[in-house]
């Protein structure tokens, strides 16, 4: 597999973001929430998430340029979970402008999160990983195989009930699965949808399965 970055220096052509960069992010993230996003948005909430990454207060944000205007972007929190006080990097997003998809910016900020993980670790002495997760209705399965490629897959994430957003989506996604457990006529049904497909074989590859996701 391709080397993307060195541990001085991360993925070439993908930088922390400045002050300077902010009103840019917030735009490439107001396309992200139009785009993706379940629930309502708070922007004052979201230039503050800007900023405490920007400031340097616990957050970072990466982003890619091109023709001197951000195209892509990466944001990450330091988290923990409610039983440790172990921390990890979260990634809050991993998106790309519409115009550029046809790249590898989505790729390049996920090895800026793995080099970023790595860089953590070494200068606290102490792993600190790198975790992400993908709740989307839109090109699931491509982002799942995308990640699957780079990162063992702990899992699924699975919601109940509409969100204030995308709610026909999630009406249609619910009919379907009721069609499906209807056809089967069985409460041991195996059948699911194939986004969840995808995720099954891709975890196979963990517990000595095979993988035939390409």
Same mark, same amino acid.
């Given at each position: 597999m391709k080397q993307w970055y060195t541990l001085k220096s991360g993925v070439e052509g993908v930088r922390p973001a400045?002050?300077?960069d902010e009103h840019e992010i917030f735009v490439l993230l107001c396309l992200l929430h139009a785009e993706n996003g379940l629930f309502g948005m708070n922007?004052?909430?979201? =230039?503050?998430?800007i900023q405490y990454a920007t400031e340097r207060q616990g957050g970072i944000i990466f982003? =890619?340029?091109?023709?001197?205007?951000? @195209?892509?972007?990466? +944001?990450?929190?330091?988290?923990?979970?409610?039983y440790s006080d172990d921390e990890y990097l979260l990634e809050?997003? $991993?998106? @790309?402008?519409?115009d550029h998809r046809q790249s590898d910016y989505a790729?390049?900020?996920?090895?800026?999160?793995?080099?970023?993980s790595e860089w953590f670790s070494r200068e606290n002495n102490k792993p600190i990983p790198y975790m992400c997760g993908i $709740?989307?209705?839109?090109?699931?399965?491509a982002? =799942?195989?995308?990640y699957a490629r780079h990162m063992p897959c702990l899992g699924a994430f699975f919601m109940y009930g509409l969100a204030p957003r995308q709610r026909e989506e999630i009406r249609r996604e619910m009919a379907a699965i009721e069609e499906q457990n209807r056809k089967a006529n069985s409460a041991h049904n195996r059948e699911v949808r194939p986004a969840v497909e995808?995720?099954?074989?891709? +975890?196979?590859?963990?517990?000595g399965g095979v993988d035939h996701v390409r």
């Open positions: 400045e002050k300077k922007r004052e909430k979201v =230039i503050k998430g982003v =890619i340029e091109k023709d001197k205007h951000i @195209v892509a972007s990466m +944001g990450m929190s330091l988290a923990c979970e409610w809050r997003w $991993n998106y @790309v402008h519409p790729r390049m900020l996920l090895e800026q999160g793995k080099w970023a $709740n989307s209705f839109y090109r699931t399965e982002k =799942i195989r995308m995808t995720l099954l074989r891709v +975890g196979q590859r963990g517990n």
